[in-house]
C-alpha cells in the first residue's frame, strides 16, 4: 500500500521539525515543508498530497484563508488547520471551523494521528457523495425536461408536455399569461418568491440558474424541487426576442442526497447514529465543555453479555432483528437531545447531554439495564439480554472524543470482569 502524503505548512521550525517525524512514524509520506503561500500552492501542484496540515497565519502575499480555499477548491484536497487555541473563536468567526479539520496545539501524536485519519476519510466520503450527484445529475439531464417560451414581455407563447405535467397547466390555459401566474417559484433558502425569470434574464441578456433550493408551487399547490435554467432566445441579428425556462423536478435527486448523507451517518441495520457522527456529536459536546465551564456530558459504552451465543443458536436473521429491537429499547430510555449510536457489532454508546453530574449517568444506566430484563419475542422465540455498561464524563478535561471514548470502554471491561449485567464508573 503506498503511504499518503501529507504536505506540512508550519512556520515554527521546532514544531514543523515534530510533527514530520511523527508523521513519519505513524506511515505517512512527509512533503517537504514550507512556509509561505506562494510556495504552498507550487508544492501542492508538484506532489499532489493526500492532506495538508497548515498553520494558516503564514507570511506572503497570499492569506492564509485565501490559501485554504485554493488548496480545496481548486486542487480538492482536505485541509487540517494547526491552530493555537486563541485562534479557535477567530477561525470559528470565520467559519473556517468544521468536524475533523483542525487540531489545537500543543497536541498529542495519537490526537494528530486521528485528526487526520478523519480528515481523510470525510474527504473520500464527500467525493463519493460529489460522484453520486454527478452521476445522477447525467442521467437527469438524459431525460426529458419541461420548456417553457415566453415573449419578450414575459408572457408565456408554448409548453411543452413534460411542462404541463409537472406544473399542472396546460398550454391553452397559460398562452399569453405571464411567467409568474404559471411557474409559482420560491427560494427555499430565503422563504421568498422568485419573481418573472423570464423579465431578468431579458434585461440582464445572460443565462441565469435557478437557485440552489428552488421549489415549483404547481396548479394544484403542491411544492416539487426544480432545477435547471432560463436563458434568453436571440434571433439571428442577436437581438433577444423571448425566454427560454428549462426546468426538471428533482424530487428524487434531493432524496437520493438526502439519503447518501444518511448512509454515511446512520447505521443500515438499526437506523442509529453510526461511529462518524458519533465521535462529530461528541466533539461538539467537549467544545461545548470548554466554553461553558458548568456543562457536563456523559458517556456510556455498552456491550451486550450473550449476543455471540443468539447468534450461534437462532442465526444472523434472528441476531439482527435482535439488534433492531435492543436499538428502539435504548431509544426509549434517553431524552430527546441524547444520542444513542451502534458503534460495531454489538457495541453501542450513549451521550448524555447537558447533565448535572455523574448521578444523571448511572440513572441511565440503570433504566436500560432494568429495560433490557424484559424478554423480546421474535419469531416465537422469548430472547434475553445483559449489558456491560462504562460510563465516562467530562470531569477532566478531554480534549478528543477518542481519549473519553476509551475511558468509557475501559470502564466497560470492567463492569464486564465485576460479572456483566452491571454498570461501572472509569476512575480518574
Same mark, same amino acid.
Given at each position: 500500500?503506498?503511504?499518503r502524503?501529507i504536505?506540512?505548512?508550519?512556520?515554527?521550525k521546532?514544531?514543523?521539525?515534530?510533527?514530520r517525524?511523527?508523521?513519519?512514524k +505513524?506511515?505517512?509520506?512527509?512533503?517537504e515543508i514550507?512556509? =509561505?503561500?506562494?510556495e504552498?500552492?507550487?508544492?501542492?501542484? $508538484?506532489?499532489?498530497?493526500n492532506?495538508?496540515l497548515?498553520?494558516i497565519? +503564514?507570511?506572503?502575499e497570499?492569506? #492564509?484563508?485565501r490559501?485554504?480555499d485554493?488548496?480545496?477548491?481548486?486542487?480538492?484536497?482536505?485541509?487540517?488547520?494547526?491552530?493555537?487555541?486563541?485562534?479557535?473563536?477567530?477561525?470559528?468567526?470565520?467559519?473556517?471551523? $468544521?468536524?475533523?479539520?483542525?487540531?489545537?496545539?500543543?497536541?498529542?501524536e495519537?490526537?494528530?494521528?486521528?485528526?487526520?485519519?478523519?480528515?481523510?476519510?470525510k474527504?473520500?466520503?464527500e467525493?463519493?457523495?460529489?460522484? !453520486?450527484?454527478?452521476r445522477?445529475?447525467?442521467?437527469?439531464?438524459?431525460?426529458?425536461?419541461?420548456?417553457?417560451?415566453?415573449?419578450a414581455?414575459?408572457?408565456?407563447?408554448?409548453? %411543452?408536455?413534460?411542462?404541463e405535467m409537472?406544473?399542472?397547466?396546460?398550454?391553452?390555459? @397559460?398562452?399569453?399569461?405571464? +411567467?409568474?401566474?404559471?411557474?409559482s417559484?420560491?427560494d427555499?433558502?430565503?422563504?421568498e @418568491?422568485?419573481?418573472?425569470l @423570464?423579465? %431578468?434574464?431579458? !434585461?440582464?441578456?445572460?443565462?441565469?440558474?435557478l437557485?440552489?433550493?428552488?421549489?415549483l408551487?404547481t396548479?394544484?399547490?403542491k411544492?416539487?424541487?426544480?432545477?435547471?435554467?432560463?436563458?434568453?432566445?436571440?434571433d439571428?441579428?442577436g437581438?433577444?426576442t423571448?425566454?427560454?425556462?428549462?426546468?426538471?423536478?428533482?424530487?428524487?435527486?434531493?432524496e437520493?442526497?438526502?439519503?447518501?448523507i444518511?448512509?454515511?451517518f446512520?447505521?443500515?441495520?438499526?437506523?442509529?447514529?453510526?461511529r462518524?457522527?458519533?465521535l462529530?456529536?461528541?466533539?461538539?459536546?467537549?467544545e461545548?465543555s470548554?466554553?461553558?465551564?458548568?456543562?457536563?456530558?456523559?458517556?456510556?459504552? +455498552?456491550?451486550?453479555?450473550?449476543?455471540?451465543e443468539?447468534?450461534?443458536?437462532? #442465526?444472523?436473521?434472528?441476531?439482527?432483528?435482535?439488534?433492531?429491537?435492543i @436499538?428502539?429499547?435504548? $431509544?426509549?430510555c434517553l431524552r430527546?437531545?441524547?444520542?444513542?449510536?451502534r458503534?460495531?457489532?454489538?457495541?453501542?454508546?450513549?451521550?448524555? !447531554?447537558?447533565?448535572?453530574?455523574?448521578?444523571?449517568?448511572?440513572?441511565?444506566?440503570?433504566?436500560?439495564?432494568d429495560?433490557?430484563? =424484559?424478554?423480546? =419475542?421474535?419469531? #416465537?422465540?422469548?430472547?434475553?439480554?445483559t449489558a456491560?455498561?462504562?460510563?465516562?464524563?467530562?470531569?477532566s478535561?478531554?480534549?478528543?472524543?477518542?481519549t473519553?471514548?476509551?475511558d468509557?470502554?475501559t470502564?466497560?471491561y470492567?463492569?464486564?470482569?465485576? #460479572?456483566?449485567a452491571?454498570?461501572?464508573?472509569f476512575e480518574?
Open positions: 500500500m503506498v503511504p502524503k504536505l506540512v505548512v508550519e512556520d515554527e521546532t514544531l514543523a521539525s515534530n510533527i517525524k511523527s508523521l513519519q +505513524l506511515g505517512y509520506s512527509v512533503s514550507t512556509e =509561505s503561500g506562494e504552498v500552492i507550487k508544492k501542492v501542484a $508538484e506532489t499532489q498530497p492532506l495538508v497548515i498553520d497565519y +503564514l507570511a506572503g497570499i492569506n #492564509g484563508v490559501l485554504v485554493i488548496i480545496q477548491n481548486h486542487f480538492h484536497v482536505p485541509v487540517v488547520h494547526i491552530i493555537n487555541r486563541s485562534e479557535y473563536k477567530i477561525l470559528q468567526e470565520n467559519q473556517g471551523i $468544521e468536524p475533523f479539520n483542525y487540531i489545537i496545539k500543543p497536541f498529542l495519537n490526537d494528530l494521528h486521528f485528526v487526520i485519519e478523519m480528515a481523510l476519510y474527504h473520500q466520503s467525493n463519493r457523495l460529489q460522484e !453520486e450527484k454527478q445522477l445529475t447525467a442521467i437527469i439531464n438524459s431525460m426529458g425536461r419541461a420548456v417553457i417560451v415566453t415573449y414581455n414575459g408572457c408565456i407563447q408554448m409548453m %411543452n408536455p413534460t411542462a409537472i406544473t399542472g397547466w396546460k398550454q391553452s390555459e @397559460a398562452f399569453g399569461k405571464d +411567467l409568474v401566474e404559471i411557474v417559484l420560491v427555499k433558502d430565503i422563504g @418568491a422568485i419573481e418573472n @423570464a423579465t %431578468n434574464v431579458i !434585461e440582464a441578456g445572460e443565462i441565469l440558474d437557485p440552489e433550493n428552488c421549489a408551487i396548479k394544484d399547490g411544492e416539487i424541487p426544480i432545477g435547471d435554467n432560463v436563458a434568453p432566445i436571440r439571428p441579428n437581438n433577444i423571448g425566454a427560454v425556462l428549462v426546468f426538471q423536478d428533482i424530487t428524487k435527486r434531493k437520493t442526497e438526502a439519503q447518501l444518511r448512509n454515511a446512520y447505521d443500515g441495520l438499526t437506523e442509529l447514529p453510526n462518524v457522527l458519533f462529530d456529536r461528541l466533539r461538539q459536546a467537549i461545548r470548554k466554553r461553558k465551564s458548568d456543562y457536563y456530558f456523559g458517556v456510556l459504552f +455498552l456491550d451486550l453479555d450473550n449476543f455471540k443468539i447468534n450461534d443458536r437462532f #442465526g444472523h436473521g434472528v441476531g439482527d432483528d435482535f439488534l433492531v429491537a @436499538a428502539r429499547r435504548l $431509544e426509549s430527546s437531545g441524547d444520542t444513542v449510536a458503534f460495531g457489532g454489538d457495541e453501542f454508546t450513549v451521550l448524555l !447531554e447537558d447533565i448535572r453530574d455523574i448521578t444523571d449517568a448511572t440513572n441511565v444506566a440503570r433504566r436500560i439495564q429495560s433490557l430484563r =424484559s424478554p423480546l =419475542s421474535l419469531e #416465537g422465540n422469548q430472547l434475553y439480554t456491560s455498561i462504562g460510563i465516562a464524563w467530562n470531569c478535561n478531554y480534549e478528543e472524543p477518542a473519553l471514548l476509551r468509557a470502554d470502564a466497560m470492567r463492569a464486564k470482569r465485576q #460479572g456483566k452491571t454498570y461501572a464508573i480518574y
